[in-house]
Antibody, heavy 122, light 108 residues
């Protein structure tokens, strides 16, 4: 079945980087965008950016420009999100999600990973 | 960037009642790019509605979406116990996405 399986929880110190993985299975990995969305404790959803697994190109939310890098390894159908210079307010659950959007349409983020809890603490 | 404002922040209703949730965009947007999600505690969000009014696969027909321009609505015709959750609207445009802040639907 179609699924996204994310890497396990992480604890990082301020200033460190984290790299979260998202393993896709059950569908054509290169045929769908991969989005990253985070959710701080008790807060709403925050879009971080999206990766085109076919080309490797990425688009980032302005807030994360310069701190986030989204990559993929097509040989293992896995997407990665790396966030650097972490601060306490980066403590959140990070989700990957499959998307299908383009000119004139957006079919939504229809498959989500289980989430990866990242805690930033000294 | 289009800012989405959801209201009310919290909606208290009883099972069997009708729920109406609103999402207002800071500028006129195409309905093709307006999406709704449901999220329950400890779970990832679930896609409900895309293109403002199209139900995603497996979504019961008690969920419906409507609207255009700057004002969009998610309606749950008859609330079931499993419908009490947080709902988010989301907009896609110029390769960017934004989410509203969410509406919490709670049992009265």
């Amino acid at each position: 079945q179609v699924q996204l399986v994310q890497s396990g929880a992480e604890v990082k110190k301020p200033g460190a980087s984290v790299k979260v993985s998202c393993k896709a299975s059950g569908y054509n990995f290169a045929g769908y965008y991969m989005h990253w969305v985070r959710q701080a404790p008790g807060q709403g959803l925050e879009w971080m950016g999206r990766l085109n697994p076919n080309s490797g190109g990425a688009t980032y939310a302005q807030k994360f420009q310069g701190r986030v890098t989204m990559t993929r390894d097509t040989s293992v159908t896995t997407a990665y999100m790396e966030l650097s210079g972490m601060r306490s307010d980066d403590t959140a659950v990070y989700y990957c999600a499959r998307g299908t959007e383009g000119i004139g349409y957006d079919y939504g983020l229809d498959v989500w990973g289980q989430g990866t809890t990242v805690t930033v603490s000294s | 960037e289009t800012v989405l404002t959801q209201f009310p922040g919290t909606l208290s209703l009883s099972p069997g009642e009708r729920a109406t949730l609103s999402c207002r965009a800071s500028q006129s947007v195409s309905s093709s790019y307006l999406t709704w999600y449901q999220q329950k505690p400890g779970q990832a969000p679930r896609l409900l509605i895309y293109g403002a009014s199209s139900r995603a696969t497996g979504i019961p027909d008690r969920f419906s979406g409507s609207g255009s321009g700057t004002d969009f609505t998610l309606t749950v015709s008859r609330l079931e116990p499993e419908d009490f959750a947080v709902y988010y609207c989301q907009h896609y445009g110029s390769s960017l996405m934004t989410f509203g802040q969410g509406t919490r639907l709670e049992i009265k």
